[in-house]
């Protein structure tokens, strides 16, 4: 189970440029209850802002990807 703050550990970690895919159970697991709820949404876009990454919704993949700047 990926926490928030478990994600947050390795996306300040990762390298400029890195992506990270973030699966729908993987996004449920860390800001419940995940897609398609309005307020995950929310929290996951100023989550990535505050960890310094671009976030990308790939919907027919059923990922996000956050991309560290």
């Known amino acids: 189970m990926l926490t ?3 994600l947050k ?3 300040k ?4 440029g890195h ?5 729908y159970a993987l996004f449920a697991d ?7 709820d309005p307020g995950a949404r929310a929290a996951l876009r100023a989550f990535a802002a505050e ?3 671009d976030l990308n919704h ?3 993949e059923g990922r996000y990807e956050l991309t560290r700047r």
């Open 58 to 60: 790939n919907a027919l």
């Open 51 to 53: 960890c310094r990454c």
């Open 30 to 36: 860390a800001f419940p209850p995940g897609e398609p």
């Open 19 to 23: 992506i990270f895919d973030l699966t």
């Open 4 to 6: 928030a703050e478990v």
């Open 9 to 11: 550990s390795y996306l």
């Open 13 to 16: 970690e990762m390298p400029r």
